[in-house]
């Protein structure tokens, strides 16, 4: 037993840094199988599909299709998770090995660069590694397993290493060997190359501190040769990454624009609200630790973060870590540690400047950096990019000051060192309780990322199977998939599955054309428009409706008429919405010109099938003459009531706003035509008759001062189609008059009372009827401590429609009126309330506002309310004339026909055969049996880099061939094809897939070359 012991003392290092390493087992302990998944975490329950998809640089699996070259930098990272897969072990332990893998490489990689540095002093280099291992910052990172951030981490002290040796020209083989690992663990921080371009400057900030400590034009020479071999190896291993994503980044984003150019958020100002530099050297900048609950002060994410923010010993270690690393710079002694201090010093200073972002004081300077510095925009989350450089320099800093104490001969001060190396450690341990226990993944709520996944979840990838080659959008609409078992996403869930092509609301990227229409088709569904829905569906090529019984949501039920027939997997549905296969690449009949273009979305239903939507202002479509193939042109009228409502919505509010007589007795539309001509009205069959116009034989209309009555010809697609007229090219005014009913009974106080008496708190509240004048308007004094308040109903309440509320108010004294316009659910539940505050002003004033509702089954109320105040006297309100009305929004259409469809364009005339299919790469065989000209759909997002190819089956490029690309039916690709043969094959690709091998090539030349010096150094000894 006591030799066992020995044993033990004698390598109580290793076994300390084993339980480090180790630590992603507690997580696990007692959880049963579960995965850590969820939100930005996105474990895949398919590993094997997941890492096939990194090998492409275009990802068709989301929404239509996107870029993907950054994440093929994620191949290591879901290569570690695919060896245990495919040795057949369970999920939960593919998750637990990988944990440990990257909590392995971090804690190794600290160890390692710890021995350099801290030579002969195993307690400080476990000091290192607790600080380096285990902080803040990456409570974050681990809870939401970011592959960028652990890559960094991970890479960051293998790199200080190989630069070391390579300074020192000492073990070069060795660091050659070592070059390769760090280029392939660095090579997740391409997910985001913001943290690929950190990372050089933490190895720049070393390399500059040697120079400037060891200054001799030797060093200068050695420096800068082991720095741009270092550089060499690193870019070179990730060149198959690099290459696309930098011919994405340099045409997607202008040098002087930003995030904005590809419809990402710049969100660097939102994320630096809380980095100030003192939360930022105590490494609390995270943006979710401040989301308070308003009313009780609690936490909305985070649980833990009330004892780093109120419990003293949390709050003084804190606050000790900086204190140390600053008094460590004052009284270093050691002038054989200069370099570290100095690079240790470059990486705090810079690291806590960088990470606070806009943040005050030294924020000014970050900004002017975004405006200057060409793509700088790329740090738009600067607490977690450059955070890393700080946690190396407090840590370094700190360490640097025990290894000076534990070194002084005087032997109390050496004692002192020691135990405050031993306190840090466990004080470093207790204060990052949550990651070490695992808390960070909020065991204990309701979302938090401790998920069992139902059996039916796994039996879906059965059905995935059958549609394979189907697009598949999805139901409930919400952006957040929050299930009752636990997961939440901001994706959706089949992702996780294979490669199933998925539609969904997007969170990020929510005005993207697919995104549009994606919108439109929801809004369909839920008005119970099942033809528009279907017409929408099938030019988004959706051809199941994915149904999760199982996700909370509050988005309204679905229609009847939608459900057909369907397959079934526990509480998952797959809706059968069209019984044609899904055909990514079609020849298109004719084209529809929308005008204007950026409401095309508003249209979608005029397009029959195997119609293309274009937009005639296209440069391509211009040039390319395709007049011939036009067979109607669509202009969307311009709803003014609606704009109103959106320009009060986008306006800041101001009492002008709501002082604006409005009349909403009459519709007006502006219509915009480009060519003059005979137009059919098209107006949206939406609940017409709630504004008198019920069962339209026809409809009388104001058209620039001349009135009309147009017959009802047909029902379309959810819209009257009405006889045409003529209108000349130019500007034109449409009017419409309405029965616009006032939704709410008893709002004039004239006749009984119709409203309920709303009120809260003790005190004297006294409703009463007042007449003045032949007129009766409401009183209502307040003497209570709470509001008191007279609410009122919405009749026929629809939640898809938009409301004017308008209202008449006195104040006599006291407090300030308010009236609240609110929505709940059936069960009470409050979905949304509006406030507004009224003017203190003592004559009668008439007030209007807007009102839009959550798209929710539930009722709408309006409460007149005469709020609490501490004067004695109390509040006195009148209010009068409450009038609540529905906006018409029904869309206007008006479409004119332009060439007569040829018969030879039909779908039938041309057979394309798809002969083999990635996710980059199409190739078809295409037989046609009339003219040689036409138009391909191809239903992918559209991007110019998207290039067609035609060629003999012997493989010979055609030659005299046509081609143009333009987009079309908003979001897709098209191709304009004229002069082909009869028959030919079509190869359409993504051009940035070549960088993607060209950038393997170039790995495998790094390798080979790094190899040739490795035999070359052998050879020499």
Request: aromatic share 14%; hydrophobic share 45%.
């Amino acid at each position: 037993m006591k030799q066992v012991i020995r044993k033990l003392w004698a390598n109580w290092q290793a076994i300390v840094i084993a339980v480090f390493i180790l630590i992603p087992v507690i997580w696990f302990i007692g959880k049963g199988a579960v995965l850590i998944n969820g939100v930005d975490t996105n474990f895949p329950l398919n590993p094997l599909a997941w890492t096939a998809r990194r090998m492409y640089v275009w990802t068709n699996i989301s929404n239509g299709g996107s870029d993907f070259s950054s994440s093929t930098a994620g191949i290591f990272f879901h290569l570690v998770q695919l060896i245990p897969y495919l040795a057949g072990l369970p999920l939960t332990y593919v998750q637990l090995i990988s944990f440990v893998f990257w909590m392995g490489l971090i804690v190794t990689g600290a160890y390692l660069l710890s021995r350099e540095v801290f030579k002969n002093s195993k307690l400080v280099q476990i000091l290192f590694v607790c600080l380096y291992s285990f902080n803040v910052y990456l409570f974050n990172t681990w809870e939401n397993v970011k592959v960028a951030n652990l890559s960094l981490m991970a890479a960051i002290p293998f790199g200080l290493i190989v630069l070391i040796w390579l300074n020192e020209q000492r073990k070069v083989g060795w660091t050659l060997g070592i070059s390769l690992f760090v280029g392939i663990v660095v090579s997740g921080t391409g997910i985001n190359p913001a943290y690929f371009i950190c990372y050089f400057f933490i190895l720049g900030f070393f390399q500059i501190a040697i120079l400037l400590t060891q200054f001799s034009f030797r060093k200068i020479v050695i420096g800068f040769q082991s720095y741009m071999l270092f550089v060499f190896i690193i870019v070179g291993l990730n060149l198959y990454w690099i290459l696309p994503t930098l011919n994405f980044i340099t045409k997607e984003i202008s040098l002087s624009g930003d995030l904005g150019d590809i419809g990402f958020t710049n969100w660097v100002d939102s994320l630096s609200k809380n980095t100030s530099l003192f939360n930022v050297m105590r490494m609390q900048g995270a943006w979710d630790w401040y989301a308070i609950d308003d009313v009780s002060g609690l936490p909305l994410y985070i649980p833990y973060v009330v004892n780093y923010f109120y419990s003293l010993p949390f709050l003084i270690f804190s606050i000790l870590l900086p204190g140390l690393s600053i008094i460590g710079l004052v009284v270093r002694r050691r002038r054989n540690k200069s370099t570290y201090y100095l690079t240790f010093l470059l990486m705090f200073v810079v690291g806590v400047f960088l990470g606070a972002g806009t943040h005050a004081p030294t924020g000014a300077l970050f900004r002017l950096m975004i405006e200057y510095v060409p793509l700088f925009s790329l740090f738009r989350s600067p607490w977690y990019i450059f955070t890393p450089l700080m946690i190396l320099g407090t840590a370094g800093l700190v360490c640097l000051l025990m290894y000076q104490l534990i070194s002084e001969r005087n032997k109390l001060i050496r004692f002192i060192g020691l135990i405050g190396v031993v306190v840090l450690v466990v004080g470093n341990c207790l204060y990052t309780y949550p990651l070490i226990q695992g808390k960070i993944f909020r065991p204990s709520k309701s979302d938090g990322f401790f998920v069992h996944f139902p059996n039916y979840v796994y039996e879906t990838k059965d059905i995935l199977r059958e549609i394979e080659g189907s697009r598949v959008i999805g139901y409930p609409d919400d952006e957040l998939e929050r299930f009752s078992w636990g997961y939440v996403g901001i994706e959706s869930i089949l992702g996780l599955l294979g490669e199933v092509e998925a539609l969904y609301s997007p969170l990020n990227l929510p005005n993207s054309a697919i995104a549009k229409s994606i919108k439109a088709y929801y809004l369909a569904l839920k008005k119970g428009q099942i033809d528009s829905s279907l017409s929408i569906a099938d030019l988004l090529g959706a051809r199941f409706l994915f149904v999760k019984h199982d996700q909370g949501s509050i988005s309204m039920p679905l229609p009847k008429g939608i459900m057909g027939d369907s397959k079934k997997k526990g509480e998952w549905e797959f809706v059968e919405l069209s019984k044609e296969s899904f055909k990514k690449i079609k020849p298109m009949t004719s084209l529809v010109m929308v005008e204007p273009f950026d409401k095309a979305d508003q249209a979608l239903i005029v397009r029959e099938e195997g119609q293309l939507i274009v937009n005639e202002k296209d440069s391509v479509v211009r040039d390319s003459d395709l007049s011939e193939f036009v067979s109607s042109r669509v202009v969307v009228a311009k709803n003014k009531q609606v704009e109103d409502y959106l320009q009060f919505a986008k306006a800041k509010a101001n009492l002008a706003d709501r002082l604006v007589e409005r009349n909403l007795s009459e519709v007006v539309y502006e219509i915009t035509t480009t060519k003059k001509g005979d137009y059919q009205l098209m107006l949206e069959d939406y609940q017409l008759e709630r504004f008198g116009l019920k069962d339209l034989g026809e409809l009388k209309v104001e058209i620039d001062g001349v009135g009309y009555h147009l017959g009802l010809i047909k029902r379309k697609n959810d819209f009257l189609v009405f006889e045409n007229i003529s209108l000349s090219e130019g500007f034109h005014r449409l009017v419409i008059t309405l029965d616009n009913p006032n939704l709410v009974s008893g709002g004039d106080f004239e006749g009984e009372r119709q409203f309920r008496e709303s009120t809260y708190g003790e005190g004297n509240m006294i409703f009463t009827i007042l007449t003045n004048d032949e007129n009766r308007y409401l009183e209502i004094f307040n003497l209570n401590k709470g509001d008191a308040s007279a609410e009122f109903k919405i009749n026929n309440f629809d939640p898809l429609g938009l409301y004017w509320v308008e209202y008449k108010y006195r104040q006599i004294y006291g407090n300030n009126g308010v009236v609240y316009i609110g929505q709940n659910t059936k069960s009470g539940t409050l979905l949304r309330t509006q406030v507004e505050r009224l003017p203190n002003y003592p004559d009668w004033v008439k007030m209007n506002t807007y009102y839009e509702p959550v798209k929710s089954v539930g009722e709408m109320k309006v409460l007149l309310s005469s709020p609490f105040t501490s004067d004695p006297l109390g509040t006195r309100m009148y209010y009068d004339d409450l009038v609540v009305r529905r906006v018409f929004d029904n869309r206007l259409l008006l479409a004119k026909s332009e060439n007569k469809l040829k018969e030879e364009f039909s779908e039938e005339h041309i057979e394309i055969k798809m002969l083999e299919k990635t996710p980059v790469y199409y190739k078809s065989e295409v037989k046609s049996d009339f003219g040689t000209s036409y138009v391909l759909l191809f239903s992918e997002n559209y991007s110019p880099q998207w290039k067609i190819r035609l060629s003999d089956k012997n493989g010979k490029e055609l030659e005299g061939v046509r081609t143009a690309h333009f987009s079309g039916n908003l979001y897709a690709n098209a191709f304009y094809i004229e002069g082909a043969p009869h028959e030919y094959i079509l190869e359409i690709y993504y051009q940035p897939q070549r960088l993607y091998w060209i950038g393997v090539v170039g790995v495998g030349c790094t390798i080979f070359a790094v190899s040739v010096g490795l035999l070359v150094l052998k050879k020499k000894k």
